[in-house]
């Protein structure tokens, strides 16, 4: 799904986590890094999924960014400890199958720190 800098303001303005989603997507555009892959499921019984991959750059799994949202909200997303479980579960069992998992915040995409981190890995 392609956005235009217009969209990004209507989803900021309406709290949607995937303001971030779609904030890294164009910045990976502009630094031409390689396609990610978006909302891949990599666990053959879980439903878990990435926000980005990049399968086959790593071996045997791949490369893959979590973007955390709702953080630093009082019943957020990731920030009770049945989701905390549930993210530690996920991370460990990608590592398990051989994935290398990023997990970035909101504020990491924003500032371009998340950009910048994906274009060394993805240069290694």
Known sequence: MSF????LKRLKGSADRKYYEELFAMQCRAH????A??????????KWRFDFCWPNLFSPGGIALEIEGGI???KGAHNTGM??????EKTNAATELGW???RATAAMVES????????R???Q
């Open 4 to 7: 235009a800098i217009k969209d």
């Open 32 to 35: 031409k890094l390689p396609s």
């Open 112 to 119: 371009g720190e998340t950009v910048e981190l994906m274009k």
């Open 83 to 88: 989701a905390i479980t549930r993210d530690i």
């Open 121 to 123: 890995v993805l240069a």
């Open 100 to 102: 290398r998992v990023f």
């Open 37 to 46: 892959e978006r909302e891949l499921a990599f666990h053959p019984e879980r």
């Open 72 to 74: 630093w909200m009082r």
